[in-house]
């Protein structure tokens, strides 16, 4: 049985510069991956780069709230 909370928690990551653009109404969309964190391991956000399919290129994708 586990105790308290689980060490490893699903996040969803978000594109940077799709965020961004989409103020200015320039992107398509918000490209959101998720995956799966150890909390004891990265107690702060994550941030990958990932590959954008809205932006085509390689980009940052930083941890949101759900």
């Known amino acids: ?3 308290g909370k689980d060490a490893r928690v699903s996040v969803i990551l978000e594109c940077t510069s799709c965020v961004r653009k ?5 992107s398509r969309g918000i490209s959101r ?3 799966q ?6 107690p702060s956000r994550l ?7 809205y932006c085509y290129k390689h980009t ?3 941890e949101i709230k759900k």
Do not use: S
């Open 60 to 62: 940052i994708h930083g």
């Open 37 to 42: 964190k150890n909390r004891r391991n990265t």
């Open 33 to 35: 991956y998720i995956t």
């Open 22 to 26: 989409n103020v200015n109404k320039e």
């Open 1 to 3: 049985m586990a105790k």
């Open 47 to 53: 941030e990958l780069r990932k590959f954008c399919p």
